[in-house]
Each structure stands twice: as C-alpha cells, then as structure tokens.
C-alpha cells in the first residue's frame, strides 16, 4: 500500500516533500498557494501513522520511511526528484538521498535532524517520550521552538495538529528512529546539493552554529540560510518567506 498524498501542481519536476514529528503534511497548508506549480509537481506525503497514513501499520523505522517514499515516487514515474524534509524527515532524506543518490536531484532540509540523529541521553529520551504522550510536555516543547513567542491559541493548534493527525505509536516509533540513527560516517563528502534552513528562534542545536558543526562538516554542496521571524515551523510561521526561498533554491538546481 503507497503512503497516503497530496499533490499540488503540474510542472515536469517532482518534489517529495515529508512532515515533521509533531504534525502531518497538513503542517504545509499555509505554503501551497505561494510554490511554483508551474514549474515543479509537488507530492505531500503523510509517513505511516499520520494524516492520510494514520490507518497504515509500520514499525516506523528509517529504512521503511525510505522505502515507502522511494516507493511513492516510482508509483509517480518519477525517475529523478527533489526532497524536501523537514526536522526528523530530513534525517529520512538525507538516507534517501545516500541510498539513490543517481535519482535525488537535490534536498531542502528544514530545520532539520542531522545524520547522526537527534542528541539525547537518557534524561532527553525520557522527556521526549512525555512530549509524545503528555499535552502539556507538548506544549511546552513547541513553545521552546518557536522562541516563546506564540500565545496559547496558536501552541493548542500546534498540539492539536499532532494529536489529531496522527497515533501515538507512530510518535513513539519515530521518537526511537531519530534519537537512535547515526549513519554521519556514510554521508561524509556525498555530494547532493543541499539548502539547510534553520529559525531565527529555534532551540540552540538546531541553529545556524550546530548545524554548520554537522551538516558543514559532511556536505560539500550545501549553503546555509536563516528563516527570520521563525521558529522550528517556519511553513506555519512564515509560510510565504519559507515558500519563495524553495522556489528560488530548486529554480538553481533545475538551471545547474
């Protein structure tokens, strides 16, 4: 069974585009209206346990995340294909793009989990776990990403989206993958061209100065650019900013 999708657009180029932890592809509704759909043909793909997949069984692991979106794409008859990840999804592209590197034209990785996975001991594991069944652990992680900033109205969306849209045993599976995956020493010189965006008011090990220390430090091909005015859900945030710098990105990758 493919994972379920949406798609928007009817350009010659595909771009598979993967959801975060805490939310589905329904995360990318404010960005839709502002990508280019001329140029590019854009797939929304909800892992097993969120969204369209929620009913999908799966044991949430990297290599059936890969799998399941390698698989979207041959059903697409897309040959060659952008990717975009965001957070723990872009930790599944970057294996996806190690794994079929003569068919990943490129990668967007926002605000993302790096090769190596998310660092956390066994404190960090533990309140991680409580973020994925407890709402208020919830809320106060998503209030820590976004710098504080956003009133209860907005952090009860937030949560809601991750409640609704998906199974607590999903979250907890995926909990596991990015906190337990480290395959850095793969990816060491692999050459994808690679746009990292990072929010100006994420928590530290997902700005600009960790991420350069990672990502810098494997990918030849990448620049770095910062999302002013977000936090670590920037197509919510600041959908229209986030929108035209991945127009602009794969505009480059289609010309090179």
Known sequence: ??????????????????HEWLGDSSNYDPLRPYL?????????????GYGLSMAQAGTHTLDEACQDILALADALEAPRFHLIGHSMSALIAQRIAWLAPTRVRSLVAITPVF???FPADDTARAQLRAVATEDD??????????????????????????????????????????TGTDFQRDVQGWPTPMLVLHG?????????????????????????????????????????????????????????
């Open 1 to 18: 069974m493919l994972l379920g999708h949406t798609l928007l657009g009817s350009g010659p180029s595909l771009v598979m585009v993967m």
């Open 36 to 48: 280019d759909t001329t140029a590019h043909r854009f797939c929304f793909a909800d892992l097993r």
């Open 115 to 117: 090769a190596a996975g």
């Open 137 to 178: 652990a919830a809320r106060a992680a998503i209030a820590a990403r976004t710098g504080h900033r956003h009133t209860r109205p907005w952090l009860d969306f937030k949560l809601n989206k991750s409640r609704q849209r998906s199974t607590e045993q999903a979250r907890l599976g995926y909990l596991q993958m990015f």
């Open 200 to 256: 100006e008011h994420d928590i530290p090990v997902y700005r600009e100065e960790a991420l350069r220390r990672s990502f810098g430090a494997c990918y030849p091909k990448l620049r770095f650019e910062q999302v002013v005015s977000a936090g670590h859900y920037p197509m919510l945030e600041t959908p229209v900013f986030l929108a035209s710098r991945i127009n602009v990105f794969l505009a480059e990758q289609e010309a090179s």
